[in-house]
């Protein structure tokens, strides 16, 4: 990906498909929706008809053949769009139950804000309850902004950039959906971070408030992120006006059902804050 897929001054974003993707089911594919979804990242894209998505997308399939499922809450209409991860690191649960918490609760389909969930973007690494992928690849070292070759290990980073279908999945996806944000959780680090990007401080520093999460110093940030070369939030607040924020929940041990119903009441608290960055 060298850039942005640009829609026109008249669209409305959230989750805009060409009509050939209109299927009665609730869940389709979007297989059908990469090829242009990619073309448009260099250069433009002639879009015949476009919908909304319907509330379940199947973005992708992981390495073993695992689906990869996004699931939208509220205005299928709306121009302002939240986009949560629970878990790219497959022994990270905690992500995951935030995203059942969420996806019981009630959000307006008439208040312009969409929250659209990913449970997991790594199914083989959550049923091996590995970080890892199936290839052993560290997902959020396989983003090809800022991307470099790291060992094969704990953080390996794939033989490329973008090198995983978990990967590509994830990318097209958010091409297609453009978000104003993105809210990837992660353990156990017991933070809230992102790339030294200023137009994400102020949305790190209210989560952490509003989670009772420790957001740390900007000083030293610049060192601090060569050390995570390759992640998902280096190649989306590079391509995107959107901000991103990492949730790094604290161990496992501790969190338990009266941190979850607060980490889930974040998640809607900031979709009801953030603004449109369509433009």
Not at 106 to 114: D, F, K, P
Not at 125 to 144: E, H, I, K
Not at 186 to 200: F, G, S
Not at 247 to 261: C, G, T
Request: with cysteine; proline share 6%; glycine share 8%.
């Amino acid at each position: 990906m060298q850039g942005e897929i640009k829609c026109g001054s008249s669209k409305r974003r959230l989750g805009r498909v060409v009509s050939v993707l209109l299927l009665a089911a609730s869940t389709v594919s979007l297989s059908a929706a990469i090829e242009p979804a990619m073309a448009g990242a260099g250069g433009s894209t002639t879009r015949v008809s476009e919908e909304p998505l319907p509330d379940q997308v199947l973005i992708g399939k992981s390495t073993r053949g695992r689906p990869i499922l996004a699931k939208r809450q509220g205005d299928p209409n709306a121009t302002r769009v939240l986009l949560v991860v629970g878990q790219m690191h497959g022994d990270e649960p905690k992500g995951t139950a935030v995203v059942r918490s969420l996806r019981k609760r009630r959000i307006s389909e008439n208040g312009n804000v969409a929250i659209w969930t990913v449970s997991t973007m790594n199914p083989d690494g959550q049923t091996r309850r590995t970080r890892v992928n199936a290839r052993s690849v560290d997902l959020n070292r396989n983003f090809p902004t800022k991307w470099r070759r790291l060992a094969k290990g704990g953080t390996y980073s794939g033989p490329r950039p973008a090198s995983e279908v978990e990967t590509t999945a994830v990318m097209a996806f958010t091409e297609r959906l453009r978000p104003d944000a993105i809210m990837s959780f992660h353990q156990p680090l017991d933070t809230v971070m992102t790339v030294c990007d200023a137009k994400a401080r102020p949305w790190v520093r209210r989560i952490g408030r509003l989670a009772g999460l420790p957001v740390p110093s900007t000083r030293g940030c610049v060192a601090r992120d060569r050390s995570y070369p390759g992640t998902l939030n280096k190649w989306f607040s590079a391509h995107f006006p959107g901000w991103f924020a990492t949730v790094e929940l604290p161990v496992s041990s501790v969190v338990n059902k009266s941190k979850i119903r607060r980490y889930t009441n974040t998640v809607i608290e900031i979709s009801r804050l953030i603004r449109d960055r369509s433009r």
